[in-house]
């Protein structure tokens, strides 16, 4: 897997690869590097940030609340896309409990008035 | 005529967190806000990442505005103005305002942080050849049609500009269900920030084009297409590489400029290279008692650098307007060399550091910044990479000044 | 069906002038517009001069319809309310020039224009930006400035307030004469009338076609244009042309009424439907900035708003302004270019005079005078303070550039001729004309709209039909593209 360091500005084009059941990253210039690789390519995680209709109209801004799969985000986003929330809304509101089976709670970012 | 020590014009996280550190000083505050609601542009930045270096955890924008905001309104001293639109300010620091539940409303302050925030640079601006149609949009525009609104601006997107607003949007509109095609960048290298390359972009197949630019838009009514191709020398498009990508719609994320239009005609001097005024390390520009702070004072990468900006700006104007700021004669501090610009452009001997923000030209590996006073090294530091997308500083021993100061880089 | 007096094909300038002055008539009278909006076409995007007159061949129509309408324009810009400067104009000339310059004056006199040439030292007196190369010029005091398409919806405003209709949208697609009356039928309803004056500007000769009335050959261009920021203002004072050629007036640089700065324009021929599309393009923009540089050296390019295209449609050298004679009581206006804009309220003025003669029309004792609209741009302290009082929603800002009330887009919403679009209501009220170009107050404006026409927000437009800006709910297309 190519990706590109996010650790620091340098931004080092990393080739992560697994070889005898051993991650080896290369082309990273600091230790850092060689984590957030081996990291990425086992386990990428994201926090994701979207948007959730409301049934009376208009939408609530959401974030879950700790990173999840990033293999898990199409997932999440086909959820989202469907879901509706109901009631008024206040940032830190709990709208939804683990959407995708990830232990992810789906939080709400701003206040909705009705 | 109400009377204030300090007016702040302008409440998103420049304003407010101005309005915060000249209350921590005493000082009587008018916040003056043209929208309906305090945070600016941070209301429609539904995407994580602020707050790191200041709250020391990852917010979204709306969260990190809504730390700043709930302060703000519990602190009595403070007096709100909201749907407030100042259209004038004089040298003797009379700001006049309209309202829809104030009308004209004249405030007399002792001291005034400018805090207006920046604009996105438009089609016109860059003068994109071609039809008129609908389709074509600053990213920010955008931005707030669709997670402000709820409305989505098209299905098939081209965006030109690799600026974080574009960056962000790219992965904002893939979301909610539109395809993003291209993100051309006419330069060899982005203006966004690294993470946001690969988290907007990557992770969404999404591909970026660099010394590439948009040569023309097609469509009547609707945007049809654009043209597109790589661009040579002078940053002039290779025509007979041009390649037409149909969509319909085309996002703009190529530029912000402080937004000092308040400025015109009055004798705060200006830099060129900013669009910004020139200050002082208190952030006080060359009209006294006038300070400012923020992306109206010089565009930003991070708004956790414009709340600590603003904090400066908003403490010093407190202490003008109470008489406790020290005066004197300033340095100038320029850049050379690979800056482009550096912040203050002016500063004071004294005791204590500063810290001096610049940014620099073009991506630069393994050089050293050196800051010169009088003509002698004061300060060297070596760098592993700086890019111009992020803002940069170098803090200097005020007691090290012997003269002029200047920042600039080398081998 | 409904059955009119006269029935007007075309809103741009000169068909609204038309109608305007119909409406001094007892009579029932109706204009056919295709676009959402009057003054879409070339009446929407050209130089906004209002010539003095010198430039037209003595003796033809142009040179009459033009002294005519110039003479006009301070009290009716007046009684409008619309914007309109008298700045004078320069046609600037280098070495050699001197001839060509003696040949205008000559027509100036024939025409009855007032100019005279004017020595380098007292052309830099008026303008002291001017390029060092320009050794003489010739001044007319009476040229002038309006915003071409604020005149045509005042115009279109003014008649709609005494009496006449306005139906947009709706396109002529047939149009017959059997017995007196004539059938005009559109792509959405159809009309009887005793008198029709085609005024379709650039689609004018394809009107001619449907009737069976011969059509002229007729030549269109498309020229490309700068408008610089407000800040810019006072580069120039008059406005200053170059020596004109075959290809028309040049590429000039003036102030406009509403105070940025005009660049251009240049002169492309293309064919009809090229002419629609209306494409800027580089080399257009290239030709200006080289011919505006010639005149004024120092123009500050960085302060370029918006670049756009203007179209404009010429049959042979002169107007066609004539009733038909195959059919009786059809009016035709065809190839009106330039100086179409100045000649519109002369034009108008005698083709409405033509339509009651042959009709024998009443006029009306008066007009009803149209209101005047509050612009806070304009307002004095005390008018602000009053208006807001009544109505808080003029002390609510929605274009931060060009400081538009939230009152006076409501005010062109529910103007006789209602703005219907984004683009209707910037040409009213300049919300989005300014140095962000709506990038803050479009979504604002789209809000307004979206509640005064009570329609979802997907639904407002740019302009046309098709040109809806935020055609989709979020989520609305996800997994589908």
């Known amino acids: 897997m190519d990706t590109t360091c996010i650790m620091c500005p340098m931004g080092c084009a990393l080739r992560v690869e697994e070889t005898d059941g051993k991650v080896v990253v290369t082309g990273n210039g600091c230790p850092r590097g060689a984590k957030y690789g081996e990291a990425e390519f086992l386990h990428p995680e994201r926090v994701v940030t979207t948007l959730l209709k409301h049934e009376r109209g208009g939408v609530v801004s959401v974030k879950t609340d700790r990173p999840i799969p990033k293999s898990k985000i199409g997932e999440f986003l086909s959820w989202a896309a469907s879901y509706r929330v109901s009631g008024a809304v206040a940032t830190g509101d709990a709208l939804a409990e683990d959407p995708v089976g990830c232990g992810a709670t789906v939080v709400a970012t701003a206040d909705y008035e009705e | 005529m109400e009377r204030f020590?300090?007016?702040?014009?302008?409440?998103?996280?420049?304003?407010?967190?101005?309005?915060?550190?000249?209350?921590?000083?005493?000082?009587?505050?008018?916040?003056?806000?043209?929208?309906?609601?305090?945070?600016?542009?941070?209301?429609?930045?539904?995407?994580?990442?602020?707050?790191?270096?200041?709250?020391?955890?990852?917010?979204?924008?709306?969260?990190?505005a809504k730390r700043f905001r709930d302060k703000v309104l519990a602190d009595a001293g403070i007096t709100v103005f909201l749907e407030a639109m100042v259209l004038s300010l004089t040298e003797d620091r009379v700001v006049t305002a309209l309202s829809p539940t104030k009308g004209l409303v004249e405030i007399e302050a002792g001291a005034v942080v400018l805090a207006m925030g920046c604009r996105e640079r438009s089609a016109g601006a860059i003068a994109l050849a071609g039809t008129r149609p609908a389709g074509i949009y600053t990213a920010g525009m955008a931005q707030r049609l669709c997670n402000v609104e709820g409305y989505l601006v098209g299905k098939e997107v081209v965006i030109l500009g690799s600026g974080d607003i574009g960056l962000i949007m790219a992965r904002r509109m893939t979301s909610e269900g539109a395809k993003v095609k291209l993100v051309a960048e006419i330069m060899p290298f982005s203006s966004g920030l690294k993470r946001n390359i690969v988290q907007c972009l990557n992770d969404y197949d999404i591909p970026l084009r660099y010394s590439t630019t948009v040569t023309r838009v097609t469509?009547?009514?609707?945007?049809?297409?654009?043209?597109?191709?790589?661009?040579?020398?002078?940053?002039?498009?290779?025509?007979?590489?041009?390649?037409?990508?149909?969509c319909d719609t085309l996002l703009l994320s190529v530029g912000l400029i402080p937004e000092n239009d308040l400025l015109t005609g009055s004798r705060v001097e200006m830099s060129r290279v900013t669009s910004g005024a020139v200050v002082d390390e208190y952030r006080q520009t060359s009209v006294p008692g006038i300070f400012s702070a923020g992306n109206v004072l010089h565009v930003h990468d991070l708004v956790d650098n414009v709340?600590?900006?603003?904090?400066?700006?908003?403490?010093?104007?407190?202490?003008?307007?109470?008489?406790?700021?020290?005066?004197?004669?300033?340095?100038?501090?320029?850049?050379?060399?690979?800056?482009?610009?550096?912040?203050?452009?002016?500063?004071?001997?004294?005791?204590?550091?500063?810290r001096l923000y610049f940014r620099v030209d073009k991506v630069y590996r393994g050089r050293t910044v050196v800051v010169t006073s009088g003509g002698e090294v004061i300060k060297r530091k070596k760098t592993l990479v700086m890019a111009p997308g992020e803002m940069q500083y170098i803090e200097v021993d005020r007691a090290l000044f012997k003269g002029d100061v200047s920042v600039r880089t080398e081998e | 069906m409904e059955k009119y007096d006269v029935i007007v094909i075309g809103g741009g300038v000169v068909g609204t002038a038309v109608l305007r002055s119909l409406s001094a008539y007892k009579a029932k009278v109706l204009l056919?517009?295709?676009s959402s909006d009057v003054a879409s076409g070339a009446s929407r995007a050209n130089s906004g001069i209002v010539h003095a007159g010198y430039d037209a061949e003595p003796g033809t129509k142009k040179a009459y319809f033009n002294v005519k309408g110039a003479a006009t324009f301070p009290s009716l810009t007046r009684e409008l309310h619309v914007p309109y400067k008298m700045t004078g104009s320069l046609v600037a000339a280098r070495e050699g020039g001197l001839p060509a310059l003696e040949e205008l004056k000559r027509r100036a006199d024939l025409n009855g224009v007032k100019a005279e040439i004017l020595p380098a030292e007292k052309v830099r007196a008026l303008e002291p930006n001017i390029s060092r190369e320009i050794l003489y010029a010739l001044y007319a005091p009476e040229a002038g400035v309006v915003s071409p398409y604020k005149l045509t919806i005042a115009q279109a405003d003014h008649a709609v307030v005494n009496g006449a209709e306005i139906r947009l949208e709706e396109k002529v697609v047939a149009l017959s004469k059997r017995g007196d009356e004539f059938f005009v039928r559109t792509d959405r309803g159809e009309y009887a009338a005793s008198y029709v004056v085609n005024a379709a500007g650039a689609g004018a000769a394809e009107v001619n076609g449907l009737i069976g009335e011969e059509a002229p050959v007729e030549t269109h261009a498309v020229g490309d244009y700068y408008i610089l920021d407000s800040t810019a203002a006072g580069i120039v004072n008059t406005v200053v042309f170059p020596l004109p050629d075959e290809k028309g007036k040049g590429i000039l640089v003036a102030p406009t009424a509403d105070g940025n700065v005009i660049l251009g324009p240049t002169s492309r021929k293309v064919p009809h439907d090229e002419a629609e599309r209306c494409e800027v393009t580089p080399e257009g923009l290239a030709l200006v900035r080289e011919g505006v540089l010639r005149l004024i050296p120092s123009v500050d390019l960085r302060k370029v708003i918006r670049v756009y295209a203007g179209t404009r449609t010429a049959v042979g050298g002169d107007f066609i302004i004539e009733e038909s004679t195959r059919f009786p009581r059809y009016f035709m206006l065809l190839g009106?270019?330039?100086?179409?804009?100045?000649?519109?309220?002369?034009i108008g003025e005698y083709v409405a005079g033509e339509a009651a003669a042959s009709l024998g029309l009443e006029k009306k004792q008066s007009m009803l005078p149209l209101p005047h609209k509050f612009r806070l741009s304009e307002a004095s302290a005390e008018e602000i303070r009053g208006k807001v009082l009544s109505d808080p929603s003029f002390g609510r800002i929605v274009c931060r550039c060009e400081k538009v009330t939230e009152g006076e887009i409501l005010a062109a919403i529910r103007s006789p001729l209602p703005a219907r679009t984004v683009d209707a209501v910037k040409r009213r009220v300049r919300a989005g004309m300014g140095r962000c170009q709506g990038g803050f107050c479009r979504p604002r404006v789209m809000e307004i709209l979206s509640r005064e026409l009570g329609v979802p927000l997907s639904e407002i437009r740019l302009g046309d039909a098709g040109s809806e800006i935020a055609p989709y709910e979020v989520k609305q297309n996800y997994g589908k593209i």
């Not at chain 2, 009547?220 to 149909?246: F, H, M, Q």
């Open chain 3, 32 to 34: 056919l517009e295709k």
């Open chain 2, 307 to 354: 709340s600590e900006e603003a904090r400066i700006a908003g403490a010093a104007a407190a202490d003008y307007a109470q008489g406790a700021l020290s005066a004197g004669e300033t340095l100038s501090v320029t850049a050379a060399d690979g800056v482009r610009y550096a912040l203050p452009q002016r500063v004071h001997a004294g005791e204590g550091t500063v």
């Open chain 2, 219 to 246: 469509g009547k009514n609707r945007l049809t297409g654009v043209y597109v191709a790589p661009v040579g020398e002078g940053l002039r498009p290779d025509l007979s590489r041009e390649e037409y990508i149909p």
């Open chain 3, 336 to 346: 009106i270019c330039s100086p179409g804009l100045t000649s519109a309220p002369a």
């Open chain 2, 5 to 64: 020590d300090v007016a702040v014009i302008g409440g998103g996280p420049a304003g407010m967190a101005a309005a915060l550190a000249a209350r921590e000083k005493g000082a009587t505050v008018a916040l003056l806000e043209r929208d309906d609601r305090l945070g600016g542009i941070l209301n429609q930045c539904i995407h994580n990442g602020f707050g790191l270096h200041y709250f020391g955890e990852e917010l979204t924008g709306p969260e990190y």
